[in-house]
């Protein structure tokens, strides 16, 4: 239970924590659904966590616990509910929640607030997400989770106390320059299709600021109203977060579908989306509202096994059997071919394709995804470290090198360091760059580190130098 003055810290600073919530074990569960269902994706030259929603069929890193069990039992927890009605009221809808992974080298989130509309990121809202009833006072509670240590370095969350009582103006700037411009797969889901984004009119030296590092399984609980940021990740070390946002029944979410308008401000089709009652009744009745998601024994088997290609953890076989798969797969999402028969001598491939989605004409989804799952239960599985890009997995490697022989902890060893500064002598550099090398099966030249003098620009050199074929 929340302590009286912790209350009083929420009341008046709009923000508290950071709380102790979840166990190592229970951030272990939850981290291993999240890694499972990902994979790490080099975006102009920048490693990003892509994920995907197999509820709403988008990659994003929104809303996941529409789908994914742990998440849901993370936010649904007696814990955090039991906090959340201390600070609101009895009655309350999960209705979003959110992935912030910060691979290192990524950048901030600017200072934003939600104040009544529900849209942080565009300029000019057509579809708030959220429509309050008239006169109602705002609650729109927010539980922030860490599930890797947030620290200074890495970009821990950030509040402006007392900002909750103040509304700032939003101001239009280009995409590239929004608010979540910094953190690639936010910005994927944030501005999408957009050419313009927003910032803030705020000037943080004119509030109390504090960073709230916060340790795995801790949890800050703010209201959306309050000014939050976080800086960017300066470390050799991912922080990975994720928040769940909490309304009460009278709050319409997603308004505009009662239009049937299932398309919302960031162009994504929410049909599918609907809102957990996590405590209390609902009186109202317009939302959409679950326990669980209505996906039968068939289809979450097939989410799981595309989201088992969709990440690389299989071995996709060549030829004939892959394009077995992807026609299942095809015929799963989209039910019988469409398409005209194409020329095999002008597309040879193109007809390959299309004979073995034709071929499936007639068969129903549910047998097409029993199919697609029977195929990709017996692909081998492939080790979930190697999937990181060669850029990650050369830094890792030497991250931990250097870390053993200096005898310090690998979250000490900063990539951006010039090895000298690390008093590595000639013959450290030598069997350096003789392991290194046999590890990536290549013959490096001894001026290695000369050349590139610290981890960063050296693993970057290396994951793009294409290894010479004799
Ligand atoms: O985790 C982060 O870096 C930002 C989180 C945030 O802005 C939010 O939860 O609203």
């Known amino acids: 239970m929340l302590a009286q003055d912790q209350i009083k810290h929420f009341v008046e600073k709009g923000w508290c924590g950071p709380l102790d919530i979840f166990s190592q074990s229970e ?9 499972t269902n990902s994979s790490i994706k080099e975006v102009d030259s920048q490693p990003m966590m892509m994920l995907y929603n197999n509820v709403l069929n988008i990659n994003t890193s929104r809303d996941l616990h529409l789908f994914y069990k742990p998440i849901a039992e993370m936010f649904k927890s007696p814990k955090i509910v039991r906090l959340l009605n ?58 922030w989770v860490a599930l890797d240590d947030a620290t200074l370095d890495n970009g821990c969350l950030r509040f402006a ?29 944030w501005q999408g299709r957009r050419q313009y984004s927003a910032v803030f009119d705020f000037n943080e030296n004119e ?41 009460r029944p009278s709050v319409q979410i997603y308004p505009h579908r009662l239009q049937d308008d299932f398309i919302d401000e960031n162009f994504h089709n929410i049909k599918r989306h609907f809102c957990m009652l996590v405590s209390g009744q609902d009186n109202f009745g317009i939302n959409v509202i679950r326990d669980w998601n209505n996906l039968d024994d068939t289809e979450v088997e097939f989410h799981n096994m595309s989201n088992l290609v969709r990440f690389g953890h299989v071995e996709l076989p060549q030829g004939k059997q892959q394009i077995e798969i992807d026609s299942l797969y095809q015929q799963v999402m989209e039910g019988d071919c469409p398409r005209a028969e194409p020329d095999p001598i002008q597309h040879p491939r193109k007809y390959i394709q299309w004979q073995a989605w034709n071929q499936h004409k007639g068969m129903s989804r549910c047998e097409a995804m029993k199919r697609y799952s029977q195929l ?20 890792a490697w030497l991250v931990s090198y250097v870390a053993e022989l200096l005898k310090i902890e690998p979250d000490e060893v900063d990539c951006t360091v010039p090895f000298e500064r690390y008093a590595l002598g000639s013959a450290d550099a030598a069997s350096l760059t003789g392991e290194l090398g046999a590890w990536l099966e290549r013959d490096l030249p001894a001026t290695l580190f000369y050349n590139y003098p610290n981890i960063e620009t050296l693993a970057n050199h290396l994951a793009s130098e294409r290894p010479l074929v004799c």
Request: net charge positive; charged share 25%.
């Open 376 to 395: 990709i239960s017996k692909l081998p599985r492939v080790d979930r470290q190697k999937k990181l890009p060669l850029s990650e997995q050369i830094k």
């Open 86 to 143: 201390q600070l609101g009221e009895p009655n309350l809808l999960l209705w979003n929640t959110n992935v912030f992974c910060k691979m290192p080298g990524e950048g901030e989130i600017k200072w934003h607030q939600v104040y009544d509309s529900y849209d942080p990121s565009s300029y000019d809202p057509q579809k708030p997400a959220l429509l309050y009833p008239e006169g109602e006072d705002f609650l729109n509670l927010t539980v």
């Open 161 to 189: 106390n007392n900002t909750h009582y103040k509304k700032f103006q939003r101001l239009q700037v280009p995409a590239e320059e929004g608010m979540f411009a910094g953190v690639k797969n936010h910005k994927m889901v």
């Open 207 to 247: 509030w109390e600021v504090e960073a709230v590092p916060a340790r795995a399984g801790q949890v800050i609980i703010f209201t959306e109203r309050v000014m939050h940021c976080s800086g960017a990740n300066n470390s050799n070390q991912r922080r990975l977060a994720i928040n769940a946002r909490y309304v």
């Open 27 to 35: 951030v272990a569960y939850f981290k291993d659904c999240l890694e």
